[in-house]
């Protein structure tokens, strides 16, 4: 019983909070999507990653950033090094230190570099957006309640039309999932937009659930290696437990 227990107490703790947290606001229920990830032995697809990576870098990094992604992280969606260093280099840092003739100037970037932002600052951001800023995605799945099924059906979420007797403004969008329906955002994704080496449909419920196996790894990259130390600890709290089960059963029957 006891061993149960706190079997039972550990695997609880190991389960994402953010799993355990139903969605908040006016809207309907947020659909639970079947995710690779979940459970306390959930772990992220790789495959699925770099799907999500090329639809963050042809759709999403036109209006949102994700600062704290590292080029050089993209080792954890399965690319070599080689493999790292082309990508990054398809982009242009401005070097952090001037040159010799004390002249800021452009570089590609590497795999030390962060993600490029699309705009300069917020306010550019706002003004491309009709005054909408584009949240920085870093930590999106984490800022969120219930966060990867709510970004997967805030993609997926979109009405052509309001509701009855509801209306949009130039610009607005209404959304089942968006807290108060109206967003700024046009629908990001449609069927067949982003192509796929890998033979895997390019629908719009596939483009959103690997945009957000992408976006849940580069929220809690840590993820995996902290659900196998959750996982070695409740191994050796069992055996712990034997231990100290059986030097109770000497002392007593000692006692006796
Ligand atoms: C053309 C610009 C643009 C593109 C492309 C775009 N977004 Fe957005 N996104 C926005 C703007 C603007 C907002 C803020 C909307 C608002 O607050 O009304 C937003 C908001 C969001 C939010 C936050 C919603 C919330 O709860 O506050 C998420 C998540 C999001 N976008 C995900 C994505 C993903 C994933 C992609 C790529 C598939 C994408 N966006 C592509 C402009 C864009």
Request: aromatic share 12%; glycine share 8%; hydrophobic share 40%.
């Amino acid at each position: 019983m006891f061993i149960r227990n706190v079997l039972t107490t550990l695997i609880i703790g190991l389960t994402p909070v953010s799993a355990a947290l139903a969605s908040g606001g006016d809207g309907p229920a947020i659909p639970s999507q079947d995710w690779s990830f979940s459970g306390a032995f959930g772990t992220y697809d790789k495959a699925a990653m770099q799907r999500g990576y090329k639809i963050y870098r042809e759709v999403c990094s036109s209006c949102h950033a994700m600062k704290r992604v590292y080029f050089r992280n993209l080792e954890a969606l399965g690319y070599n090094e080689a493999q790292i260093k082309n990508i990054a280099a398809e982009y242009t840092v401005i070097n952090k230190e001037p040159n010799d003739e004390g002249e800021m100037f452009e570089r590609p970037a590497l795999p030390s570099d962060a993600f490029i932002s699309p705009f300069a600052n917020d306010n550019a951001a706002k003004y491309a957006n009709g005054g909408a800023l584009p949240p920085d995605l870093s930590l999106i799945t984490k800022a969120r309640g219930n966060g990867s099924n709510y970004v997967h059906a805030l993609i997926t979420g979109y009405e052509e039309h309001p509701p009855h007797g509801e209306e949009v403004a130039e610009g607005q969008y209404w959304n089942t999932y968006f807290p108060g329906h109206k967003l700024s955002m046009a629908p990001p994704l449609m069927e067949g937009q982003v192509s796929y080496e890998d033979g895997t449909p390019e629908t719009l419920d596939q483009y959103a659930q690997d945009v957000v196996q992408f976006l849940t790894w580069g929220a809690d990259p840590h993820m995996e290696e902290r659900k196998s130390t959750g996982f070695k600890v409740i191994i050796f709290l069992l055996m712990f437990a034997g231990v100290m089960l059986s030097v109770k059963r000497k002392i007593w029957s000692d006692a006796h």
